[in-house]
């Protein structure tokens, strides 16, 4: 399949321009005029496909970091998001900090994550987005001999955040946004049943901001578009990112 053969290339040579470096891609170095959107915690009702409609909107891609717990309660919207043609990574089996457990529960999780998303998919999964943004460098390991790259951002419109007003967060994801910028959003907020934190869920109309960040964009002369799309005539940008939250260190040390 063409689609698959794209992917494993763009895999490939993500990994071969730096194999022993470690960081992860934060944002793509191009010439072509483009931003790359990302959502995590999806696929989920009520909130995912107010973002596919607003990507359709604009004639635009995106890349989405799923939670298998997410997926396997909504396999029929994950089919929704590819047949749209957006791309898939995987954000997690659930939504647990990867530091707060043991590395065979980690690799575990990412073997079996990965396995199990292939599997719905079809096809290869390249990229990881760690929940929270939490990597060590030992979970960055595990990452990549798990056969994926970790992914972080470079932009964020924090959409997580319960007490920002909706104008406060197009400002916040537009304000340094250029030619390779990778977005953050967010599809489903992870709650107790995908082991996530327990935060409340922001209360926003999920159309109407990515909406206004894509207007800003085209605006600026930018298209938003998948990672690995923008990859094919960009090269990755990397740097180190790991971080644990201290209310999570005591745990991850007595797992070690």
Do not use: C
Request: proline share 7%.
């Amino acid at each position: 399949m063409p689609l698959v053969h794209d992917l494993k290339l763009t895999a490939m040579r993500v990994l071969e321009k730096a194999p022993d470096a470690i960081g992860s891609v934060s944002s793509v170095r191009t010439a072509e005029p483009v931003i790359i959107p990302t959502f995590d915690d999806g696929p989920t009702p009520g909130r995912t496909p107010e973002v596919l409609r607003a990507l359709a909107d604009h004639d635009a891609t995106a890349t989405f970091f799923v939670l298998m717990t997410s997926v396997r309660a909504n396999r029929g919207l994950l089919e929704e998001v590819v047949a749209a043609g957006h791309e898939i990574g995987l954000h997690g089996m659930d939504h647990r900090h990867l530091p707060t457990l043991s590395r065979a529960e980690a690799r575990e999780m990412l073997t079996r994550g990965k396995a199990e998303l292939e599997d719905a998919l079809g096809m290869p999964v390249l990229w990881f987005r760690p929940p929270h943004g939490d990597q060590s460098v030992e979970t960055w390991r595990l990452i990549r001999e798990a056969g994926m790259t970790s992914v972080i951002w470079s932009g964020t419109s924090h959409d997580w955040n319960p007490e920002a007003t909706q104008d406060q967060r197009v400002e916040k994801a537009t304000a340094n946004l250029e030619r390779g910028t990778i977005l953050l959003f967010h599809d489903g907020h992870a709650g107790p049943a995908d082991l996530g934190d327990p935060v409340p869920e922001p209360v926003l109309d999920r159309y109407e901001l990515l909406d206004r960040v894509l207007r800003v964009a085209e605006e600026r002369g930018l298209q938003a578009t998948s990672l690995s799309r923008a990859l094919e005539r960009g090269t990755a940008v990397t740097r180190p990112h790991f971080n644990l939250h201290p209310r999570h260190l005591a745990t991850a040390i007595r797992r070690r």
